[in-house]
């Protein structure tokens, strides 16, 4: 099992089904918010039994070392602060995977992602072992595009119509850090 990580403001771990309210709330709560960066979510994605399913698939996936699905929580573990994934986990030569994260509309601006983002980036290269860390953001998204410069991500590629998001293709600006 993933043991959770501590930073100043939050508890970092994996969800378990006793969790699912939280993230059910934390979607619900931050519809809007996430639209323009994430894909076009059905009514069902908003139900609890969905959420149930989504993190049993996130258990397995892990124990599969295929992927890392994380929430910061706050320090008494009663709602979610944002997420964090590390899927297409990769290892043997490669060692590597994609970034992918989202916080809670009442917390952005105030250094939270950061702070998360790096005690996740330290785990994952020196407990997982990963080499390489990729990102991407939307070109319009100017909050991510200084997260993940000032986390020390570099500009690989720009990539036309790259994920589907909110119901249209579009374009993306490709990142990576190496492990220091």
């Not at 959770?4 to 508890?11: E, F, I, K, N």
């Not at 979510?41 to 996130?58: D, N």
């Amino acid at each position: 099992m993933f043991q959770p990580l501590v930073t100043p403001r939050t508890r970092i771990r994996m969800l378990t089904a006793e969790d699912g309210f939280l993230i059910q709330e934390y979607y619900r709560q931050n519809r809007a918010h996430l639209r323009p960066w994430e894909p076009r979510r059905s009514e069902g994605f908003f139900f609890l039994s969905h959420q149930l399913e989504l993190i049993r698939v996130a258990q397995l996936e892990w124990e599969q070392q295929r992927s890392l699905r994380l929430v910061a929580l706050d320090p008494q573990e009663r709602q979610v602060l944002a997420e964090v994934n590390l899927s297409q986990l990769v290892f043997g030569p490669m060692q590597t995977a994609q970034l992918g994260y989202s916080v809670c509309r009442c917390h952005q601006g105030k250094g939270l992602m950061r702070e998360v983002l790096q005690e996740v980036l330290n785990h994952a290269f020196s407990e997982l072992g990963l080499h390489r860390i990729m990102a991407s953001y939307q070109p319009n998204n100017r909050r991510s595009e200084r997260l993940l410069q000032g986390l020390g991500f570099i500009r690989e590629g720009y990539a036309r119509e790259y994920l589907k998001i909110d119901g249209r293709w579009r374009d993306h600006v490709l990142t990576a850090l190496i492990a220091p």
